[in-house]
């Protein structure tokens, strides 16, 4: 998709927008003070981030109000990547920053959390750095020290913001999963990072229904034996078990909070891959890096601020979580919901928004499609006027996508696709409250963020198709995997087809206007005739199809030199896939693609597999496809409903034999 292919914005943001956007403020400011350019709006300040990039992360510590315990010596000892080193000598403490606005609103609240019932409770930011006080001193009570690790098996209820920054108070190392993991799957993480404490459930409630857990809690004690404290949260009302600790008891008490002042490359959270070919890999960030990749998504990119209501659909498995837990920096009120996301009907989050006054809104892109479908109206059936912005990740949000949210959810909408990954907990590309929205296309590249589209060769594109690389280093890239000694499963993840170069597995379009599109992982990728394709395109012109509920295609290469590619598809409700909607899949695709992304075999499926977190399994099933053994192509614990790779796996079999 090329620039000319939209020819005029679906939004435009107007002069008032404009001028009072944070990220106008503070391009001012930093022309002022350090040299950015104070005219060219937004592609002259991108320029300058990346150009200048130590003037700019230095003017953005300041603008922030970052609070170094001691200073730093400079902003990047060392530029090269993998092993770039920010703001040597400097310390700080995320946990402190996250509680700033409990000093001067101690009364509003700081979270808002909302469970299926849609009832409100609201933690107050008085009473959030009271609890983490009181948790953090029994962290301490209990030994924990910098560098610990602390689990956390827990949903998105206030209780797990207030363990995670605890946790970062006392120096620990925060790590968590959502109560819907399997024991299997949790324990593939937490046995590789050992940690010393362990806060759990006793259940959850998912799709109007009581989940125990407390038959996975005694297994995950069992099998995790460096933990030397269990603290246990009654979510269902159960007695808590034998030997653990009650969350009441320990945050009964009123105790300020100490903030351990840590390095800045100190570590802060490890997250995981999805693990579909082996054991996830455990990918720590650091403190500093995270707060200042946090304070530009939040404050400069997503416009937040003490006055907004924050908003994203999420699990504490899912790295959104972490970055919804980080509106905290910026004052922001943040919404925790714990529930399914389509119950007791599709259209549950938009009331979610309107009883919490959510002011930002972020969700799937399969949720927005699934909302199409279900033909769900949030604006005619809620009151949605506090809503600024509507953002979507997880996957590219297609064309249609862009067309609903400004049909149903409204004309004047700021809509935000955004783009990134666990791996640096952050968006490659993503928001800008002064730049136009075009249908189909993420608004540019982000502050601090060299982004480029490259060929095999190195040579950068633009309005081509081309691999997703970042030239220069950001803070929250990861200091290191666990487990990882010399460093070489880490430089094997992002540095091994460019060197020097982060390579992080997409494929993408920089447009001449420097708006960005995602068109799907590169490492499944399609290659017909010499062509590459991405799977979203497909998905994209197939799933419009009302008898589509999803898709998955996979292209194979042949040992015969041939190629293979079919569409698995899975139908909704009543529909049938016979010869005549075969017919009309394929000529959907040749008239909004080409003939060239037309299957060679459509087949119907009960399911599209994906991983806990939500993404399609292609790489996994092309290895099942290939022939490859289940067992060594992926990893049943990763995998949302592990009984779907049988299909694929004889199919597999069949091919090869």
């Excluded at 170094?68 to 040597?88: H, I, K, N, Q, S």
């Excluded at 909408?413 to 666990?422: C, E, F, L, N, Y």
Aim: hydrophobic letters at 40%.
């Amino acid at each position: 998709m090329t620039s000319a292919a939209n020819p005029t914005p679906l939004w435009q943001p107007d002069p008032h927008r404009i001028a009072t956007a944070r990220i106008t403020r503070f391009q001012a400011w930093a022309a002022d003070h350090h040299g950015a350019p104070a005219e060219g709006g937004y592609p002259a300040l991108h320029r300058w981030s990346v150009d200048e990039l130590e003037s700019f992360w230095r003017a953005l510590a300041e603008w922030s109000d970052v609070r170094f315990a001691t200073p730093y010596e400079t902003v990047l000892a060392d530029p090269a990547m993998p092993g770039a080193r920010w703001f040597p000598g400097a310390t700080l403490n995320y946990a402190e920053h996250a509680l700033r606005a409990a000093d001067e609103r101690p009364a509003d609240p700081a979270l808002l959390y909302v469970d299926e019932t849609q009832e409100q409770t609201p933690v107050s930011w008085a009473e959030l750095r009271r609890q983490v006080g009181a948790v953090a001193a029994e962290l301490r009570a209990i030994g924990v020290r910098p560098g610990d690790r602390v689990s956390g098996y827990l949903p998105n209820i206030p209780q797990a913001v207030t363990a995670l920054l605890a946790t970062a108070a006392v120096g620990g190392v925060w790590t968590s999963c959502a109560p819907d993991f399997g024991a299997r799957s949790v324990l593939d993480r937490f046995q590789q990072v050992e940690p010393v404490v362990l806060f759990t459930v006793d259940g959850y409630r998912y799709g109007g229904k009581e989940h125990d857990r407390t038959d996975t809690v005694a297994e995950l004690r069992g099998e995790l034996p460096t933990v030397r404290a269990v603290i246990n949260i009654p979510l269902l009302g159960k007695d808590t078990p034998e030997g653990a600790l009650n969350w009441s008891d320990i945050t009964a008490n009123t105790v300020e909070p100490l903030f351990e002042q840590v390095p800045f490359d100190h570590p802060l959270w490890i997250l995981y891959s999805s693990g579909t070919t082996g054991l996830p890999k455990a990918i720590v960030h650091s403190q500093g890096g995270i707060l200042l990749e946090h304070l530009k998504q939040l404050a400069l990119h997503c416009d937040l601020g003490p006055e907004d209501r924050f908003f994203w659909y999420t699990s504490t498995g899912w790295m959104m979580w972490n970055f919804l837990v980080s509106g905290l920096l910026t004052g922001t009120t943040v919404v925790l919901y714990d529930g399914s996301p389509g119950y007791p009907e599709t259209g549950a989050q938009w009331g979610i928004a309107e009883r919490t006054g959510a002011t930002f809104f972020g969700t799937s892109a399969a949720y927005v499609m699934a909302c199409g479908k279900a033909e769900v109206h949030p604006a005619r059936d809620h009151d949605l006027s506090r809503i600024a912005c509507v953002a979507t990740t997880g996957s590219p949000l297609p064309p249609d996508g862009f067309r609903w949210i400004r049909d149903e959810v409204g004309h004047g909408i700021w809509i935000a696709s955004v783009s990134g990954g666990t791996d640096v907990c952050s968006c490659f590309a993503g928001a800008v409250p002064t730049l136009p929205v075009y249908i189909g296309e993420i608004q540019a590249p982000c502050l601090g963020t060299d982004l480029q589209s490259w060929d095999p060769h190195g040579k950068p594109l633009i309005g081509e198709v081309g691999e997703l690389v970042v030239t220069k280093a950001m803070p929250s890239m990861p200091i290191r995997f666990w487990n990882d000694p010399d460093g070489s499963r880490y430089r094997d993840s992002y540095f091994e087809m460019f060197p020097g170069v982060w390579r992080h597995g997409d494929w993408i379009t920089i447009t001449e206007r420097g708006s960005v599109v995602i068109h799907g992982r590169s490492d499944s990728t399609l290659n017909r005739q010499g062509v590459r394709m991405g799977s979203a395109d497909i998905y994209e012109a197939v799933e419009r199809l009302p008898e589509i509920r999803e898709s998955l295609v996979i292209g194979l290469e042949e040992p015969n030199g041939g190629y293979w590619m079919p569409l698995f598809v899975h139908l909704a409700d009543g529909a049938t896939l016979d010869a005549a909607l075969c017919d009309r899949i394929k000529r959907t695709i040749r008239e909004e693609l080409s003939p060239r992304h037309i299957p060679d075999e459509i087949i119907e499926i009960p399911a599209v597999p994906h991983t806990l977190t939500g993404k399609r399994l292609e790489v996994p099933v092309k290895r099942l496809l290939q022939g490859i053994a289940l067992a060594k192509a992926v990893n049943p614990g990763s995998v949302d409903n592990a009984e779907l790779l049988s299909f694929y796996a004889e199919l597999g079999r069949t091919r090869k034999a």
